[in-house]
């Protein structure tokens, strides 16, 4: 059974940093390019940070570009994502997912709120 279990959301105040990590399991993790994504309330989703499946190459939204940063275990089966000066338009449910060819995964969510 595939799982992706983010944790480490909560919340911050304006400047802050948080650390999200997502758990993988059910799938040959280290074969798969993770990703993370935000949803805010009432906007789409938004494609944050990308991560190849060996961790050497890395791609940002310009939104939080030089302020996130995507990384990987892949002996411990975790990407995560590192947020530093965090903004109130941070604030969103965020999402790890595993993608490859027509394979497809997402996990729950975890939620970050930015605010004083």
Partial sequence: QVQLVESG????????????SCA?????FSSYPMSWSRQAPGKERELVA?????GGSTTY???VKGRFTI??????NTVYLQMN????????V??????????EYWGQ????TVSS
Avoid at 50 to 54: A, H, L, S
Avoid at 71 to 76: E, G, L, T, V
Avoid at 94 to 103: E, H, I, L, T, V
Wanted: hydrophobic share 30%.
């Fill in 61 to 63: 939204a310009d939104s």
């Fill in 71 to 76: 990384s990987r275990d892949n002996a411990k």
């Fill in 109 to 112: 969510g975890t939620q970050v």
């Fill in 24 to 28: 993988a399991s059910g799938f040959t």
């Fill in 50 to 54: 990308t991560i190849t499946t060996t």
């Fill in 85 to 92: 000066s965090l903004k109130p338009e941070d604030t969103a």
């Fill in 94 to 103: 965020y999402y790890c997912s595993a993608k490859r060819f027509w394979y």
């Fill in 9 to 20: 959301g909560g919340l911050v105040q304006p400047g802050g940093s948080l650390r999200l």
